[in-house]
């Protein structure tokens, strides 16, 4: 289940951030959780799985009709391609009238996404 970034999720939010290259360095890391907490229209949306630990988080800017992923990051014992295609799933249910889309670095998983989601409807359909 997504559940939105509030301060005492700030933590978990930033170590889950941290398995991104990128977010290595804690002043980037640092940067990067206040730009998300600058704006509404960007947001951080951990990932709670049954057992009620949070495993993942993605971070979105939200459009009028659109819904741009900027990162997403599972801890690694839950990084696999199920979990990814999960919490993509629940983000487009939180957003039924945008279009989920990714930024470059983003677009690959993106679009994986669409293409198992397209092949999941096909084969519903029949």
Not at 6 to 32: C, N, W
Not at 96 to 108: F, I, K, N, Y
Request: aromatic share 10%.
């Amino acid at each position: 289940m997504l559940v939105k970034y509030r301060k005492d999720y700030e933590k978990v939010a930033m170590g889950l951030l941290s398995f991104i290259p990128d977010f290595k360095d804690i002043a980037h890391l640092q940067t990067e959780m206040q730009w998300y907490q600058a704006d509404n229209n960007h947001q951080l949306l951990l990932w709670r799985q049954a057992d009620g630990d949070f495993c993942g988080i993605i971070g979105i800017e939200v459009g009028a009709d659109f819904i741009l992923v900027h990162h997403d990051s599972l801890s690694p014992e839950e990084r696999n391609p199920q979990n990814q295609q999960q919490m993509l799933d629940e983000l487009a249910a939180l957003y039924p009238d945008q279009r989920v889309m990714g930024t470059l670095e983003m677009a690959p998983i993106i679009g994986a996404w669409e293409r198992n989601r397209d092949k999941q409807r096909t084969a519903d359909h029949y």
